[in-house]
Structures are given as structure tokens and as C-alpha cells.
């Protein structure tokens, strides 16, 4: 089935330093990726869209400077949180969409996350 | 603002009793989602229902849709302890699986 890989799953960094993470379709092409952000026991809040070669589509509310959004290929996405501060900590998710092979199905597949703690 | 809302919040039962999980939304939807969080990972597509649809079935899941009440209900049949959790629904106006609006999400602690 189809897999999307997210890395790091967790990371800690200090405040005022950036922290990329990765977002992979590993065996399908991926036209658009979404970025989403979970605090504790709260729900998935959507925080852009990425379409392959195009700028992202961002959210109200979400500051593209902050969270800066690169979806440089087919099977890439990155979101970068520019100068992270304590107040950025939480649970980032990624979901790809795409068809995977076999499938014949424009189907949404998420990662595992990455858990981003700001000191 | 949250489209699905999701009742109970939390939910606890005995291993091989059924769980009935609800949620709720405001607008009209080409399709509804149900997905599975364990704690600190990504999220698990369980099932999707299109608006056309009433019931569906997937192994133990039973999902049904009420277009009239803006509802949707999933059942988990003989419950297992892996199957503590939280759950989502989640809704699709479009159908392109875009823009998924997710409720707040239910926990549900099966006792062995």
C-alpha cells in the first residue's frame, strides 16, 4: 500500500533556531501534500496545502514566514518553522495525495508525524 | 472552525463489547472519513462514505450516514484492546480528498 515517511518523528531544538521536516510518498507520486498541526488531545488543524511546483496555500491564521513550505518534487515536502519558539511545540502531520501503484485510486495517506518540542 | 464533532469524547468499555462513536457536521459533504490515531503517531484510514450512501461495512467497522441529520455513526463490533485509541471522522465537501476537516476526535480504552 501506499507509504508517506515523515522525518524527524521527533525533535527538540532551542529556541530561535529553524527545524525542517521532511514529508516523503515513498512509492507513489505525490501532486499535493497538506501539513497539519495537532496540539494534545486536540483535533487535526490544517495548515497548508502544497501542490508540486507551486507555492502553498496556507491556512488563515498560519504565517507562511513562519512556517515555510517547500514541495520540490513529486515524491517532497518540507516544512520549515523559521526562528521556533515554545509556543510552536506540537504534533506536525503531513498527508500525501496521490495513486498508488495498483491501486487505480487517488487515495490520501498521512505519515507518522513528528513531534516538535521547543525549549 | 471544527466541521465534525465527535461524541463521546472519551469512551471505555470491556474487551468484545460493541463501540458506537458518533460525529456531527455543519455543511453539506461528498464523503466522510473515519480514521484511527494511537496515541502520538499518524493518523490510519479506516472507511469512507460518499453522500449517496447509507451503511457500509469493513470487517468489524460498521459505518452509517444520515445526510438529513448531518450525522454519522461508526461501529466497532467485538471490540479488542489494539483497538484503544482515538478515532476521527473527518469530512470531504469536494471529493477530490483535499482539504479534510477533522473533529476533535474520540478516545476509546478497550479493558482487556
Known amino acids: 500500500g501506499a507509504v508517506v515517511s515523515q522525518h524527524p518523528s521527533w525533535v527538540i531544538c532551542k529556541s530561535g533556531t529553524s527545524v525542517k521536516i521532511e514529508c516523503r510518498s515513498l512509492d507513489f507520486q505525490a501532486t499535493t501534500m497538506f501539513w497539519y498541526r495537532q496540539f494534545p488531545k486536540q483535533s487535526l488543524m490544517l495548515m497548508a496545502t502544497?501542490?508540486?511546483?507551486?507555492?502553498?496555500?496556507?491556512e488563515q491564521g498560519v504565517e507562511k514566514d513562519k512556517f515555510l513550505i517547500n514541495h520540490a518534487s513529486l515524491t517532497l515536502s518540507t516544512l520549515t518553522v523559521t526562528s521556533a519558539h515554545p509556543e510552536d511545540s506540537s504534533f506536525y502531520i503531513c498527508?500525501?495525495?496521490?495513486?498508488?501503484?495498483?491501486?487505480?485510486?487517488?487515495?490520501?495517506?498521512f505519515g507518522a508525524g513528528s513531534r516538535l518540542t521547543v525549549l | 472552525s471544527q466541521q465534525g464533532e465527535e461524541d463521546p469524547q472519551a469512551l471505555s468499555i470491556q474487551e468484545g463489547e460493541n463501540a458506537t462513536m458518533n460525529c456531527s457536521y455543519k455543511t453539506s459533504i461528498n464523503n466522510l472519513q473515519w480514521y484511527r490515531q494511537n496515541s502520538g503517531r499518524g493518523l490510519v484510514h479506516l472507511i469512507l462514505i460518499r453522500s449517496n450512501e447509507r451503511e457500509k461495512h469493513s470487517g468489524r467497522l460498521r459505518v452509517t450516514l444520515d445526510t438529513s441529520k448531518k450525522s454519522s455513526s461508526l461501529l466497532i463490533t467485538a471490540s479488542r484492546a489494539a483497538d484503544t485509541a482515538s478515532y476521527f471522522c473527518a469530512t470531504d465537501l469536494t471529493g477530490a480528498n483535499s482539504k479534510l476537516t477533522f473533529g476533535k476526535g474520540i478516545t476509546l480504552s478497550v479493558r482487556p
Open positions: 498527508s500525501a495525495r496521490g495513486v498508488p501503484p495498483g491501486s487505480g485510486a487517488n487515495v490520501l495517506t
Open positions: 502544497s501542490n508540486e511546483g507551486s507555492k502553498a496555500t496556507y
